[in-house]
């Protein structure tokens, strides 16, 4: 869908919701979305309780806009519609591709903290007690998949296709009561 690089319209700052349905931002789609109560910390009283956010996106650059400013007239034009592209680390480039957020938190940690999962201070639920290296594994292998670090910028790396089959594996059997 792409268009060609000349003035597509005016941008007022209020139109984007008349010119395109998503205002002009990438669109998000979240596949797959739980927060879950997996352990507690034993070396403070009273005992904290840790738990995980696991958040798989479809991101779609094809619906994306991009402006350029006027300096004279003091207006953004709409240039483009659809032409954002990520490239993966082989080289190829795509508009929609899926990235795995996950984070954990308690009362005194918060955010990338796999490497506490594995402390002798740490007690994971029973359904977890098995599964934490696998967790842990997974964690460090793809969260935030679209961030690989390249001296070119930001690259993508695909997700495994049965990446949404393997949380609903590690995550999906949780009871309403686990979850925070």
Same mark, same amino acid.
């Given at each position: 869908? !792409?268009?060609?690089?000349?003035?597509? /319209? !005016?941008?007022? %700052? &209020?139109?984007?919701?008349?010119l395109l349905?998503?205002?002009?931002?990438?669109? #998000?789609?979240?596949? @797959?979305?739980?927060?879950?109560?997996?352990?507690? @910390?034993?070396? =403070?009283?009273? $005992?904290?309780?840790?738990?995980?956010? $696991?958040?798989?996106?479809?991101?779609?650059?094809? &619906?994306? /806009?991009? @402006?350029?400013?006027?300096?004279?007239?003091?207006?953004?034009?709409?240039?483009?519609?659809?032409? *954002? #592209?990520?490239?993966? =680390?082989?080289? !190829?480039?795509?508009?929609?591709?899926?990235?795995?957020?996950? *984070?954990?938190?308690?009362?005194?940690? /918060?955010?990338?903290? @796999?490497? *506490?999962?594995?402390? !002798?201070?740490?007690?994971?639920?029973?359904?977890?007690?098995?599964? =934490?290296? #696998? =967790?842990?594994?997974?964690? %460090?292998?793809?969260?935030?998949?679209?961030m690989k &670090?390249?001296?070119?910028?930001?690259?993508?790396?695909?997700?495994?296709?049965?990446?949404?089959?393997?949380?609903? #594996?590690?995550?999906?059997?949780?009871? /309403?009561?686990?979850?925070?």
């Amino acid at each position: 869908m !792409k268009q060609d690089k000349k003035l597509i /319209a !005016k941008y007022n %700052k &209020t139109q984007d919701k008349d010119l395109l349905e998503n205002r002009g931002i990438r669109t #998000e789609r979240i596949l @797959y979305n739980k927060e879950i109560f997996i352990g507690h @910390y034993t070396d =403070i009283e009273p $005992v904290e309780r840790v738990f995980l956010e $696991v958040t798989l996106k479809e991101i779609d650059l094809s &619906t994306q /806009a991009v @402006y350029r400013f006027d300096c004279i007239k003091k207006i953004y034009e709409l240039v483009e519609i659809g032409t *954002s #592209e990520k490239t993966t =680390i082989k080289g !190829k480039s795509v508009q929609k591709y899926r990235v795995l957020s996950i *984070s954990g938190h308690s009362k005194n940690r /918060a955010g990338q903290i @796999y490497d *506490s999962l594995l402390d !002798k201070d740490f007690r994971p639920l029973f359904q977890f007690k098995f599964k =934490i290296g #696998e =967790i842990v594994s997974l964690w %460090k292998r793809w969260h935030l998949n679209d961030m690989k &670090t390249n001296p070119d910028g930001w690259l993508l790396e695909e997700l495994p296709e049965d990446i949404l089959e393997h949380l609903e #594996e590690l995550f999906g059997g949780m009871r /309403a009561w686990q979850l925070w």
